[in-house]
Structures are given as C-alpha cells and as structure tokens.
C-alpha cells in the first residue's frame, strides 16, 4: 500500500502566524493518524518578496511548535528549469498566450465598458478577468512585442485548456475527521479567467508550481486554507491538461484575526515569533487555534 503524503508548502515572505501553525499542525495530525508522510515545500518562486532569512525564521517556529517533515525539503526557487520545461509545452500547445497589457491598461479597458453600462465579471477575489484582446494578436506580433522587450506574462487561454480536457473537472474533498469521507466538488476554473502561468523572467507561477510538484511529490492529501478553496478549480484544470495525477483535498477552516479578519504576515500580533517571544508555549499555541 502507498503511503498518504501530506505536505505544507508556506512562502517565506513573511513570518510564519496562528493560521500558518493550524495548518501545519493539522497536516502533521493527519500524516501521523494515517501512518503516513509530511513533507515541507518552501514556495519561493516569487524571488523578490522571499527571502532567505525570512526562511529560517519559519524552519525555527515549525521546529520549536514541534513540527517533524521529510528531508530533503524543496525549495522551488531551485527548480525553475524544471517549470520551464513544462511552460514550454503549453506554449507548443497553444494553451498559453503572451499577455502584455499593463494593470492600468486593464482599469482602463474595463472602466471604458463600464461607462457604456457594462458590467465586467471579476474573479472570486473580486479581481477584473484579464480582457480578451491579446489572444487575438497573431503569432508575427507577439513575437515582434517580445523582441522588443515589452513586459508580458504568460496566461492560460482558460477556454482552449478547457476544450482540451473535454469534460467536466472536479475534486474530491475530504474531511478532516474522517480521511475517507469526501464529496466531490465541481470545478470552475472559468471563474477565475485567463489566470498568470509564468512571468517572462520566472517561468511559472504559484498555480503552476504548485500541481507540478504535488505530482512529482506524490502529495495524496492537500490540506490548505479554505481561502484556497475556489482557486483549486484552476490547478485541477493544469493538472488536466498536464496529466497529473491529482491529490484529494482538504481546504480547512482560517483562523480570525481578534477583528475578525483573516491573518496576514503583517499582522504582528499572531505571528510565532512574536508569541514565543511574549513566553507562549506550543501548547498555549495548539490550545489557541484549538488543536
Ligand atoms: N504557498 C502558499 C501560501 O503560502 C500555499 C500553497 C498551497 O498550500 O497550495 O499561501
């Protein structure tokens, strides 16, 4: 029998908080009432924000919350030739196109429909879907654009990948309680329109990083924040179109902040390092965010 592999991926942009610590402590929980494993993914694709000591400031916390994971750990910065091999075939493909309007072209495009009354659809983070207009551009002038150093990212054609796949997607998702009891949940990567996959100088981005290596990891069981939940249609639809194998999820609760809003790495007072300084215990820590 294969063993669940479990993992939790934090991007070391900040310092770790109450929220990072349920869930790592809830993937740790669930590895071990299975027998199985618990992996640590640094997700440092992002190389401007991330940071080295920003790093080991997370590995200290997990350590001293009790945290155990697999060596070695991968560190995604380390892996861009890898992602680059695979950006490679979705623009042989066709299933990737070079986005090059700027986010003030974007408010400019939309509030210029607006004004003629009509409505623009938003992503569920409430961000505009990206405009249409480039995937028009024939192949001559995005090449001519490129050439000519304009700035652009790499954007699933969010209506061909699903052409591609050529049925409807779903996940399974799982309770925390029992691993066994999952519901099947529908897709809809649509919503989130033609998501970035790469950056011109950093060949992929979070979603794609992301379903590359819970395939090449074997991760079985993805247990993240429930502010993930609907941004799983999209990695399903990569890992679709890639023939991935895809994991069951667990998109689990978030802890509030004491206003009631989500964590954030800028919020000082729930962050691990700040609360083992003030003398919290791990045991005060799992109490808090009652695990
Ligand atoms: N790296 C992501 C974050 O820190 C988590 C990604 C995931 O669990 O899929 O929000």
């Known amino acids: 029998m294969t063993l669940l592999t479990f993992r939790f991926a934090p991007s070391p942009n900040g310092e770790l908080h109450l929220g990072h610590a349920y869930s ?53 910065s380390e892996h861009f030739a890898e992602y680059g091999t695979v950006l490679e075939r979705l623009i042989r493909e066709e299933l990737v196109y070079p986005a090059f309007m700027s986010r003030g072209e974007i ?42 150093n304009a700035p652009f990212a790499w954007r699933l054609d969010v209506g061909a990948a699903m052409a591609r796949a050529g049925r409807d997607l779903a996940w399974a998702e ?52 429930q502010d993930l939940f609907s941004a799983t249609g999209v990695q399903r639809l990569l890992q679709e179109i890639l023939g991935l194998q895809p ?17 954030s790495k800028s919020f000082r007072d729930t962050g691990l390092a ?3 300084d003030a003398g919290a215990s791990p045991e005060e820590v799992r109490r808090m965010i009652g695990l």
């Open 24 to 76: 790592a402590l809830l993937n740790q929980k669930l590895a071990n009432i299975s027998g199985g494993r618990l992996l640590l993914r640094i997700e440092d694709i992002d190389t401007t924000r991330c940071t080295p000591e920003f790093e080991a400031g997370m590995i200290a916390d997990l350590k001293w919350l009790g945290l155990d994971w697999e060596k070695p750990v991968r560190r995604q």
């Open 107 to 148: 408010r400019a495009f939309i509030a210029d429909g607006e004004k003629r009354g009509r409505d623009w659809p938003r992503d569920p983070d409430g961000v505009p879907l990206y405009p249409p207009a480039d995937k028009a551009l024939s192949m001559k002038e995005r090449k001519r654009r490129i050439a000519e």
């Open 174 to 225: 799982f309770s925390d309680g029992t691993l066994s009891t999952t519901r099947s949940v529908e897709a809809r990567p649509q919503d989130w329109g033609d998501v970035i996959v790469a950056r011109r100088d950093i060949p992929t981005s979070y979603h794609l990083a992301v379903v590359i290596d819970d395939a090449l990891q074997g991760v079985s069981h993805v247990v993240r924040g």
């Open 247 to 263: 994991p069951a999820y667990f998109h689990h609760r978030l802890i509030l902040g004491p206003d009631g809003r989500k964590l």
């Open 274 to 276: 700040a609360l083992r």
